[in-house]
Each structure stands twice: as C-alpha cells, then as structure tokens.
C-alpha cells in the first residue's frame, strides 16, 4: 500500500519568514497529492492540491511542487501570519484511497 | 448549508461495550470514510466506502465495523474487539473517491473510562 512521509515534525518560523514541508510517497500509481490544514479540535481542512500532471500550483502566499520522478512533494508558505499556525497534513491518493503523512506542526512567531 | 455532521462531539465508553460514532454527508458524495488520529500519528484510515452498500478496509480496520446503508449516512461502530479505542475520530466525504476534494467533519473524541 501506500506510504507517505512527511517532514519536518514541528516547524517554527518567525511571522514573515517563510515555511516548507516535504512529503514522499511510495506509490507510482498515486496521482492526486492534497495540502490540509488542521486547527485544533477540528477537522483539517483543505488548502491547496495538485494533480500528477501538474508540476506547480500557486494560490496567494501558499504554493505546492510536484516531482513525480522523485516521488516527492512539498508545500511552501511565504510570508508567514500567525494565523498560519496549525498542523498540515500531505497525503497521497490512489484510486479511492486517501493516504496521510503523520503532520507537521507549525508555529508563527510573532 | 452543505456538510458533512459527526455527532456526538464528546463520547465515553466504558471497557467491554460496543459505542457507534454517525456520520451523516448531504453533499451528494459517493465516497466516505473513516479516520483515527491518535497524537503524533497523523491519520490512519479505518474503512472507507465508494459506493452504497460496499465499503473496504482501511490499514486498521481490526476492532471496527461500518455500514452503508446510505449514501448520506457511514456509522462506524468500536466493539470491545478494539484495545485501543481512545483517540479522535475523523469522518471524510468526497464526490468521486480520492481524485477530488476530500471533505472533514468536526471530528468525535472517543474515551474509555
């Protein structure tokens, strides 16, 4: 099945600065990579997402790459608000089933 | 208003008995699922269902039961088969199974007491 790694586990940037998260996976036949994030006590929620067809998405200030041959993606955050503090999720889909990484949690300093 | 509901927020069971967790969707999605999150672990899927009255599953379904009877609806059931039982519940709807936005309920915490 599946596996999908994350890294690094926690992250703390100072507000401005920006933030990366990288993510691998195991499956070739995976072809949708999702971005959630989760606020405490509820459910994470979607940020950005991108298709294996796809090497780069951009919205705003959160950007997502795509290495198919290397089986790795990652999400970049610029400018970071502290509003961005939350865990993030990676994961990896193949046909119905949506595989996660363990998590990222990351801290703005103000 | 569109979404997917998991009720009740807070649960407690004692050791030794059955307790279902619902998860009812009015987005009109085909795909449901059910997720565990225990700290530092990330989520880990227990069962999901593509379609009414099918579901498969996950990478730790041991301890656990669903049904989907319909589509709004994937109960989950913990039996006391489940050693573990206590952690934070995810409940996940999507339109077409995997290649589209999956969405989240608010989540139920579990605890055994």
């Known amino acids: 099945g599946e596996n999908v790694e994350q890294h690094p586990s926690t992250l703390s940037v100072q507000e401005g600065d920006s933030a990366v998260i990288k993510c691998t996976y195991s499956?070739?036949?995976?072809?949708?990579f999702p971005w959630y994030k989760q606020e405490l006590g509820k459910g994470p929620q979607l940020i950005i997402d991108?298709?294996?067809?796809?090497g780069e998405k951009k919205d705003q200030r959160i950007a997502v790459t795509l290495n198919k041959t290397a089986k790795h993606f990652s999400l970049h955050i610029t400018e970071t608000q502290p509003e961005d503090s939350a865990v993030y999720f990676c994961a990896a889909v193949n046909d119905y089933k949506l595989s996660f990484g363990a998590g990222t949690t990351v801290t703005v300093r103000a | 208003d569109g979404g997917i509901t998991q009720s009740p927020k807070y649960l407690f069971r004692k050791e030794g008995q059955n307790v279902t967790l619902s998860c009812e969707q009015n987005?009109?999605?085909?795909?449901m699922y059910w997720y565990r999150q225990d700290p530092g672990q990330g989520l880990r899927l227990i069962y999901y269902s593509q379609i009414v009255n099918d579901f498969q599953k996950g990478d730790i379904a041991e301890g656990y039961s669903v049904s989907r009877e319909k589509k709004e609806s994937f109960p989950l059931t913990v039996t006391s088969a489940q050693k573990n039982p206590t952690a934070f519940y995810l409940c996940?709807?999507?339109?077409?199974?995997?290649?589209?936005?999956?969405?989240f309920g608010q989540g139920t915490r579990l605890t055994v007491v």
């Open positions: 996940a709807s999507s339109k077409t199974g995997g290649r589209t936005e999956a969405f």
């Open positions: 991108i298709r294996s067809n796809v």
């Open positions: 987005l009109n999605h085909d795909a």
């Open positions: 499956d070739s036949a995976s072809n949708y």
